[in-house]
Antibody, heavy 120, light 107 residues
Framework: EIQLLESGGGLVQPGGSLRLSCAAS????????MSWVRQAPGRGLEWVAA????????YYADSVKGRFTVSRDNSKNVLYLQMNSLRAEDTAVYYC?????????????WGQGTLVTVSS | DIQMTQSPSSLSASVRGRVTFTCRAS??????LAWFHQRPGKAPKSLIY???RLQSGVPSRFTGRGSGTAFALTIYDLQPEDSGTYFC?????????FGQGTKLEIE
């Protein structure tokens, strides 16, 4: 069964940094693009970032561009989101998601999410 | 960026009933539209892609239609587990924006 397991969330002060991980299993990780999606408390879903299957191509939402970096380690089947210069408005549950096919989006599988809280 | 607008924002329906949600894109997205269902405190679940194709394991009670800028999701024979929030997402161009969601309550 395909599984995506996020980790690395927690409480961080404004201006601080955090790195999220998403461990993937039961599929050929290196064949699929992956994405991060977040959900602020009581709000809707916000697409955050995506990375191609090789890691060579990345895309970002304007709200995180220049502060967040998405990457992956295909030898370890892990997706990352490095988050710097964190702001209160970055507080959210962060989900990783897998593309449906090797040809591209949309998503078929989601992780269970990890909570990031930015507060002093 | 492409804006996605869902309506209504919420609605109630009865078990075994039928509901239809709509999703409108601010520009042509062809059929590059997906629908997701989320129950409180849970991760989203993928329902439909390419506007009308069911994800594996999704019952045929769910039907998607549309192309271009106007899309709809209809759920027939409503079940209690269908309650929650439904989101549409365009993946025609980055950023892959979501609609704000429609909250469904099953009476």
């Amino acid at each position: 069964e395909i599984q995506l397991l996020e980790s690395g969330g927690g409480l961080v002060q404004p201006g601080g940094s955090l790195r999220l991980s998403c461990a993937a299993s039961a599929f050929t990780f290196s064949s699929y693009a992956m994405s991060w999606v977040r959900q602020a408390p009581g709000r809707g879903l916000e697409w955050v970032a995506a990375v191609s299957n090789t890691g060579a191509v990345t895309y970002y939402a304007d709200s995180v561009k220049g502060r967040f970096t998405v990457s992956r380690d295909n030898s370890k089947n892990v997706l990352y989101l490095q988050m710097n210069s964190l702001r209160a408005e970055d507080t959210a549950v962060y989900y990783c998601a897998k593309d449906l096919s090797v040809a591209g989006p949309p998503f078929d599988y989601w992780g269970q999410g990890t909570l990031v809280t930015v507060s002093s | 960026d492409i804006q996605m607008t869902q309506s209504p924002s919420s609605l109630s329906a009865s078990v075994r009933g039928r509901v239809t949600f709509t999703c409108r894109a601010s520009q042509n997205i062809n059929n590059n539209l997906a629908w997701f269902h989320q129950r409180p405190g849970k991760a989203p679940k993928s329902l439909i892609y390419a506007a009308s194709r069911l994800q594996s394991g999704v019952p045929s009670r769910f039907t998607g239609r549309g192309s271009g800028t106007a899309f709809a999701l209809t759920i027939y024979d409503l079940q209690p587990e269908d309650s929650g929030t439904y989101f549409c997402q365009q993946y025609n161009s980055y950023p892959h924006t979501f609609g704000q969601g429609t909250k469904l309550e099953i009476e």
